[in-house]
């Protein structure tokens, strides 16, 4: 059979055009059907995904009253590092409690551990985490100065948003951190600890940048919504990255702000 392109090559050829064309390979020819084809057998359709039964014990479930009991950030992660209450549990390669400075006034509040996060136990080290660094350092803070943490402390399967109800399962967790912590301004980054936190269910882009109050341990905390990092990463436009930085800076103006105003 004549290669489709023959005919135009041809004609190039004939107006004296030669190399701008690269010489055809000639059309694949179909193998010769297999003499004894033996169909094989259709894949078993997937197994519906069983209820997830946590296993009992104190370690798998720790009981609420473990957790309340915690009186410092160590002992709260001791007493919940190896929770398998939800389903994220027994996928992870790490849990993630979170780090910073145990009485930070600033604390962020990412969604959950993707892979970095998941491989090294520790909270935005990806590339999410980079520009958190950033945006954080250009405040004028610093890791160490401040607290990072997350709506759920173990990884999505394939980073997926974590279901209402593994957020929930998680948010005693953070809670407690909070209550322990006890920061001054809680940054939420992106939708869904917007949600969680404040129960807030209108979208991120509206709502970013409008201060909102939670009540955490019978204390009243400002919380300021913005963008999550990898968002800003996705949509890296000036509009994002301003409205960013304006989010940020309210933070801390209110930080700064003189004592008793
Ligand atoms: N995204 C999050 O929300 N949290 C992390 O820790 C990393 C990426």
């Keep these: 059979m004549e290669h489709p392109l023959q005919a135009w090559r041809d004609t190039l050829r004939e107006l004296g055009v030669v190399g701008l064309v690269r010489e055809l390979a000639p059309e ?13 057998a259709p894949p078993p359709p997937p197994a519906a995904p069983a209820a997830y039964a946590p296993p009992a014990g104190p370690v798998a479930c720790p009981p609420a009253a473990a957790v309340q009991a915690a ?12 929770c398998l209450a939800c389903p994220l549990g027994p996928g992870r390669m790490k849990f993630v409690f979170g780090e910073g400075d145990p009485a930070a006034r600033l604390l962020f509040v990412g969604e959950g551990p993707g892979r970095d996060e998941d491989l090294q136990g520790r909270p935005f080290v990806g590339k999410a985490g ?5 945006m954080i350092g250009a405040l ?14 173990c ?8 279901t209402p109800e ?3 399962t998680c948010l005693g967790y953070l809670q407690r ?29 509206k709502l970013r940048g409008q201060w909102q109050r939670i009540q955490v341990g019978g204390r009243e905390i400002p919380l300021m919504p913005t963008f999550h990092p990898a968002y800003v990463l996705r949509q890296y436009t000036q509009e994002v990255r301003r409205a960013v930085w304006q989010d940020l800076q309210a933070a801390k103006e209110w930080l700064d702000r003189p004592a008793g105003s």
């Excluded at 004028?140 to 402390?153: L, Q």
């Excluded at 600890?193 to 991120?204: D, K, Q, V, Y």
Aim: proline fraction near 12%; aromatic fraction near 2%; hydrophobic fraction near 35%.
């Design 28 to 40: 694949p020819v179909a193998p010769p059907p297999s003499r004894r084809v033996t169909p094989e």
């Design 140 to 153: 004028g803070f610093s890791r160490e100065t401040t607290y990072i943490a997350n709506i759920v402390k």
């Design 177 to 205: 951190q909070i209550e322990l912590i006890r920061p001054d301004v809680i940054v939420t980054l992106g939708a869904t600890p917007l949600r969680e936190l404040a129960g807030i269910t209108e979208g991120i882009t």
């Design 130 to 134: 980079e520009l958190l660094d950033k």
């Design 166 to 168: 593994e957020a929930r």
């Design 155 to 162: 990884r999505p399967p394939d980073n997926r948003t974590p």
């Design 71 to 82: 009186a410092t950030l160590g002992d709260l992660q001791c007493a919940i590092e190896g």
